[in-house]
């Protein structure tokens, strides 16, 4: 989806780049990221320790720029996405709408720290929408084998929340302490045992992929 959005763009901004995932193998690719550690981890040979808000490029230097769940991280979002329109002609946002109605379990029953965390860090789509002048709105549905291990990605597993360490890759749960957290991830392993979980999520284990709330925003 992210390809096919990139249109026919050779030259393109990878905005908080972290490792690299989700770049095209077969373009030629700039990636911008703020951490070391997370630069130090790219495996690309174009790499530019930065920030969204004040983007070292001059006018129209790239074909199309992406920007793949990184906006919540922005000190400035309204600067940053005209520091991404100007620097591309084409920009391509993936992102997760805060106003989705249907929200995740393990946010709603275990850890509800985490609704009023993503509630203050993200953006609404109408308001990145309306800031890049955007054409498309893409839904994104979250496949129930979905490799990528952010936050909402076992929705069908939930046996993966126990696992500290895929816990400390989520931006959002490495965030929060850990008494916000622990006692949620405790219920959880109780109700995993005794089936409580799967009794009260059965309608989720039949389906392929559910629909959380994110979107690629497509402009320019």
């Given at each position: ?36 550690v997370m630069l ?16 070292p490029f001059p ?118 302490p850990s008494e ?41």
């Amino acid at each position: 989806m992210i390809e096919e959005s990139l249109g026919d763009a050779e030259t393109i901004l990878n905005v908080g780049a972290g490792t690299g995932s989700y770049e095209p193998a077969d373009r030629q690719v700039v990636a911008i990221e703020p951490s070391a550690v997370m630069l130090a981890q790219h495996a690309g040979s174009r790499r530019v320790r930065g920030e969204a808000e004040s983007l070292p490029f001059p006018d129209v230097s790239f074909d199309a720029a992406m920007v793949i769940l990184t906006v919540h991280h922005w000190r400035d979002l309204l600067r940053g996405l005209s520091e991404v329109k100007r620097v591309a002609r084409r920009q391509v946002i993936f992102t997760w709408d805060p106003d989705h109605d249907r929200r995740l379990w393990i946010a709603t029953e275990y850890v509800p720290a985490i609704i009023a965390m993503e509630a203050a860090r993200f953006a609404t789509v109408p308001r990145i929408v309306e800031a890049l002048d955007a054409h498309t709105v893409h839904r994104f549905e979250i496949p129930h084998d979905f490799t990528d291990g952010f936050q909402a990605a076992f929705w069908r597993k939930p046996e993966a929340y126990l696992d500290p360490r895929i816990r400390a890759a989520s931006s959002t749960f490495a965030s929060l302490p850990s008494e916000l957290v622990e006692p949620g991830i405790a219920q959880l392993r109780r109700d995993l045992e005794s089936g409580v979980w799967a009794s009260e999520h059965n309608d989720l284990l039949g389906l392929d992929s559910v629909d959380y709330g994110y979107r690629l925003v497509v402009a320019g």
